[in-house]
């Protein structure tokens, strides 16, 4: 990478974006009418003040009624507070609000991008323009490039040292917490109380206006959403451990063991001191044990592990991070072939903990 000019930067970006333009292909006429995940977002905006948010006969009726089509596979799974943030856009007609939901997105993931260490700038550009999990997630109208905008504040403030306030901002990845789960094992194993302190801060902020938007009984109607069936298709293409699992024999209990495996794992190598590393096993090893995801939000993998490609050596983590980061492994995993998708990613942690665990810093690999 440091060998390429800004021509030859340009040049990778485009490629990548044309890659991953003839990858989805057909699938972006869907895009462009609006048929997308924002179709539950712009129903959730719409019933923000009303008791139906997590009613599915609601969410489908409103569904059909302002945006012409409905699915039963598109209810809105946020938390009452993030419906809020939706009703100012669910007061437009629908295809102008899927248009500048569209364009939001796109413009998250270039603030994204802006917001990153200039030393690493050039690289957070070319691994997102390659992400087909990015990509995926814009061609599906979902808000993943918002999650990452989160992280990249948040960072940005870390290195501020302005932990509490980054942890308050972090907060807004509640989001979509499944994908985050193993946070609180980073926080208390590397001792990150004021990060922890905003964290906490932020979370009973948006908790205490989801109350006051949706009444006290919104989190049993919410748990009794989350049980819908429904609400869990394509198990075969989730990139997570009880995918991997799946079919054998004690799959579950399986499926648990491993979970807490990574997690006393993730722990040791957060308590050394390279955090680059801990870090990065620490989001992926969330994907790896969130009971509920799919392709789009292993998008969360370009932060994760940005700082290892400033290495001018070619290691096992940065091999499989450019693997990753390539559409191969996500094709193999939408075509059903998504094995070698989870081991890579499982390597990819385990490789990334050990170096944690060794206190290798990838600092040493680049002679700075």
Known sequence: MPRFGHAGIIALCLAGLVVNAYTLGPSLKYTARGVTDFMDLYAGGNLAFSNGLYVPARVLETEARTEGSSSPTRLFMRLPCFALLFWPLAQLPYPAASAIWEALCLAGIVVFVLLWPKGQRRHAAVACCWSLPLWMTVAEGQDIGFLLLWIAIAMALVRKRRLTLAGAVASLCIAKFQLFLLIPVWICARKQWRFARGLLAGCAALVALSFAANGWSWPLRYLTLLREPANNPYHEAMPNLLALFEGVPHEEALGIFAAIALAILIWIACRRRHSQWSFAATLAGSLLIAPHDFMADCAILIPAALPLLNSSAISLQTALYLYLVTPIPWILL???????????????????????RAGVSPKSETGS
């Open 334 to 356: 939408l075509a059903g072939s998504g094995g070698t998708t989870r081991l890579a990613l499982c390597a990819f942690v385990l490789s990334a903990a050990w170096d944690a």
